[in-house]
């Protein structure tokens, strides 16, 4: 049985099953933390000689399998969700030269 997605908004909505989003609530800075790095990283930026390279790193986690989430589905049905191999996350490092701003 194949239905709409305007037909599956409207049945989940006649039997009041709620289909919300997550409130998103923004994580605070730390003001003094955050000037002092500045005032560290402005005194490393003067000490640096002309062959120096200041680089800024950063480690990314991307999901390689998939994952699953909430949906709507028929009464007694199985909900199924092909996967890939056991591994759970690929690991990428990445560094950005500051002063040429490109990609090492």
Known sequence: MLYTISYGFF??????????????????VNEEAKELFSQELQNLEKELVQTDQLLYLDGVHPQHNSKPSYGWYEKGSKAILLTNTGRKRININGALDVKRLEPV
């Open 11 to 28: 049945i989940a909505s006649v039997k009041l099953i709620p289909n919300k989003k997550p409130k998103l609530i923004p994580g605070k």
